[in-house]
């Protein structure tokens, strides 16, 4: 069973950073991707960024340049730094597991705010 844990979400002011956590227990591959998603209410689940163990990275078009995912193969911890956070960044952030079948494995979320 995986199970994940983010961490991290919170409120922040226009411009401001935050680092989200995700701590995944349960059986890893090494194959496994793991990422981030978000969906802002009335708005579908984006991807922001993934990361496979060898280093391939992804992010979505509207967090390039701001924000950073790594990744800790030995903690089976995914990290999110997150800078010149906007108020369009207001979302819930989900951790995710992608296995090599297909198989996805979701975080319950947390809620980061951009406001002043």
């Known amino acids: 069973q995986v199970q994940l844990v983010e961490s991290g979400g919170g409120l922040v002011q226009p411009g401001g950073s935050l680092r989200l956590s995700c701590a995944v227990t349960?059986?890893?591959?090494?194959?496994?991707?793991m990422g981030w998603y978000r969906q802002a209410p009335g708005k579908q689940r984006e991807l922001v960024a993934d990361?496979?163990?060898?280093?391939?990275?992804n992010y979505g078009d509207s967090v390039k340049g701001r924000f950073t995912i790594s990744r800790d193969n030995a903690k089976n911890t995914v990290y999110l730094q997150m800078r010149g956070l906007k108020p369009e960044d207001t979302a819930s952030y989900y951790c995710n597991v992608r296995r090599f079948d297909g198989t996805d494995y979701w975080g319950k979320g947390t809620l980061v705010t951009v406001s002043s």
């Open positions: 990361i496979a163990s060898g280093g391939r990275i």
């Open positions: 349960g059986t890893i591959f090494s194959s496994d991707v």
